[in-house]
């Protein structure tokens, strides 16, 4: 039997992540309009991958399809926001709470490694945004719950919309740090349900601070 060779990437997936970079880094705005014929340009493709590709991120919440007006970047309102925290509050506690209870010492210390390298992006937002994401999605990965996991990525997609605003508040990161420094904490000595009570304030404390 022949191996089997995997096909290439499809065309929408790397234009889907190129809008989401984009998105992301607010070239395209909360709210903007989305020219398909400019972006079709552009990239040197036709509007058929670029079709597809705004689908993706409409059922990921990142883009708005308008009937008979095309595509616009998703503007998160304070309920959105209210309810995304909400979300995530509630599965990443839980997250917490597994990994205090039935992770390796190998898996802590790769915590414990991560929490480090946030200490040390405190001077740079964009870095410590990078690294703070990475940490949540390593404790989500040890957890190690697939459906956790899929819905936790796609509602981070939406609160990416606006969370720089958050840590660029005066002070945010420095308690972000804290907070995280006291989930760690609870990780280390093995207490399931303080680690979930501090994961919860965590999030509370950041939806306050996205406000």
């Known amino acids: ?49 670029l079709r597809e590709a705004l689908k ?9 399809m308008k009937m008979r007006r ?28 597994v990994v205090a209870s039935r992770a390796s010492a190998r898996e802590l210390q790769d915590l414990q490694a991560i ?17 703070n994401e990475r940490f949540h999605m390593r404790l989500l990965e040890i957890a190690d719950n ?16 606006n969370r720089h605003n958050s840590l660029l508040k005066t002070g945010r990161i420095q308690e972000s740090l804290r907070e995280h420094q006291s989930i760690m904490d609870a990780l280390l000595v093995r207490d399931a349900t303080l680690a979930t009570q501090r994961m919860r304030e965590h999030f509370s404390s950041g939806l306050e601070a996205a406000a």
Request: charged share 25%; with cysteine; hydrophobic share 45%.
């Open 115 to 131: 929490h480090a390298e946030l200490a040390a992006a405190v001077g740079d937002t964009s870095a410590f945004f990078t690294v």
């Open 1 to 49: 039997m022949p191996p089997l060779t995997l096909a290439p990437r499809a065309l929408y997936e790397e234009v889907a992540e190129l809008l989401r970079e984009r998105i992301f880094s607010s070239q395209l705005a909360p709210g903007s309009w989305i020219d398909e014929t400019r972006l079709a340009e552009e990239y040197g493709i036709s509007r058929t991958p």
């Open 70 to 97: 095309g595509a616009y970047v998703t503007e998160v309102n304070a309920k959105d926001q209210s309810d995304v925290y909400h979300l995530l509050s509630l599965l990443e506690s839980d997250a917490a709470g």
């Open 56 to 64: 993706v991120l409409a059922t990921e919440g990142l883009v708005t």
């Open 146 to 161: 697939r459906w956790r996991d899929q819905l936790c990525a796609d509602l981070r997609k939406v609160m990416k919309l």
